[in-house]
T-cell receptor, first 113, second 112 residues
Framework: NAGVTQTPKFQVLKTGQSMTLQCAQD?????MSWYRQDPGMGLRLIHY???????DQGEVPNGYNVSRSTTEDFPLRLLSAAPSQTSVYFC????????????FGQGTRLTVV | KQEVTQIPAALSVPEGENLVLNCSFT??????LQWFRQDPGKGLTSLLL?????REQTSGRLNASLDKSSGRSTLYIAASQPGDSATYLC???????????FGSGTRLLVRP
């Protein structure tokens, strides 16, 4: 049981490049979400999903896309990277959206130059 | 708008002390509250989850309490150890918004 797995751990992008951050969980959790963590801003929700085929925007969705084709995977796509997207990205999952414990991945540290 | 505040922002204590970390939230309509630990450069590790109907949860040397009416939660750490040094985050899950709202954390240093 690996929990929530994120890849890559580190990434450097040039402005304008695109990439996908991968997130997978093996706990059969329905609810998955992406957060970014910035100094002085705390953790903020980017996108979330309450099940396969269902996604919705969080607090800071601009510049990011998500899809949920399977219960296990929830990739986050940066369409055209900008320096403002330099951050640490965390994927989280839980069995349901409420009254259940949230588990986080180890994070992806992204630098956009 | 729900806001979560953690005080103090940083805390340094000698090993063996009992300590309390504070978390306050502005809207009492929460589904649950969760405490996390984050080590430098690492992800978040769940410590305790308190449902809105509960008053406290315990795990080993950790005890978390919840008072919804006053919008407060405390994390009590007994007999602190240097290995407890980390940033502690609290987060509330607000009804229907499907997101955890985080505090900015308390950075704890336990000195040997």
């Amino acid at each position: 049981n690996a929990g929530v797995t994120q890849t890559p751990k580190f990434q450097v992008l040039k402005t304008g490049q695109s990439m996908t951050l991968q997130c997978a969980q093996d706990m059969n959790h329905e609810y998955m979400s992406w957060y970014r963590q910035d100094p002085g801003m705390g953790l903020r929700l980017i996108h979330y999903s309450v099940g396969a085929g269902i996604t919705d925007q969080g607090e800071v969705p601009n510049g990011y896309n998500v899809s949920r084709s399977t219960t296990e995977d929830f990739p986050l796509r940066l369409l055209s990277a900008a320096p403002s997207q330099t951050s640490v990205y965390f994927c989280a999952s839980s069995y349901g959206p409420v009254n259940t414990e949230a588990f986080f991945g180890q994070g992806t540290r992204l630098t956009v130059v | 708008k729900q806001e979560v505040t953690q005080i103090p922002a940083a805390l340094s204590v000698p090993e063996g002390e009992n300590l309390v970390l504070n978390c306050s939230f502005t809207d009492s309509a929460i589904y649950n509250l969760q405490w996390f630990r984050q080590d430098p450069g690492k992800g978040l590790t769940s410590l305790l989850l308190i449902q809105s109907s509960q008053r406290e949860q315990t795990s080993g040397r950790l005890n978390a309490s919840l008072d919804k009416s006053s919008g407060r939660s405390t994390l009590y750490i007994a007999a602190s150890q240097p290995g407890d040094s980390a940033t502690y985050l609290c987060a509330v899950f607000k009804d229907s918004s499907y997101k955890l709202i985080f505090g900015s954390g308390t950075r704890l240093l336990v000195r040997p």
